[in-house]
């Protein structure tokens, strides 16, 4: 199995920046797609990003298309979620997880076998 923890949250102003990582252990990161998650208080998770194994294919949700990246560096056997522009609706506890790489890259929580314990990202205005 691989455990995945992730760092990087914080507090930050409307429009600041945050990197989120999240460090692999247990097993290469390269056998994995990997995806970010979002909860806020009182909502379902919900998809951010996602990245497959080699990093050539990406997704990103609609509402963080244009202000988010997704990257990963396999040889450091982490997952990078690059965020700008950030808006107080972004406020929540980030997850990291995983699934296998030899199945085509996931977008739902369902979809993961693999999660961090969450780094909270708090957006003021």
């Known amino acids: 199995q691989v455990q995945l923890v992730e760092s990087g949250g914080g507090l930050v102003q409307a429009g600041g920046s945050l990197r989120l990582s999240c460090a692999a252990s247990?097993?290469?990161?390269?056998?994995?797609?990997m995806g970010w998650f979002r909860q806020a208080p009182g909502k379902e998770r919900e998809f951010v990003a996602a990245?497959?194994?080699?990093?050539?294919?990406?997704y990103c949700a609609d509402s963080v298309k244009g202000r988010f990246t997704i990257s990963r560096d396999n040889a450091k056997n982490t997952l990078y979620l690059q965020m700008n522009s950030l808006k107080p609706e972004d406020t929540a506890v980030y997850y990291c997880?995983?699934?296998?790489?030899?199945?085509?890259?996931?977008?739902?929580?369902?979809?993961?076998?693999?999660w961090g314990q969450g780094t909270q990202v708090t957006v003021s205005s």
């Open positions: 997880a995983g699934h296998r790489g030899d199945v085509g890259l996931r977008t739902t929580k369902d979809g993961y076998d693999y």
């Open positions: 247990g097993r290469t990161l390269r056998n994995y797609n």
């Open positions: 990245i497959d194994w080699s990093g050539g294919v990406t």
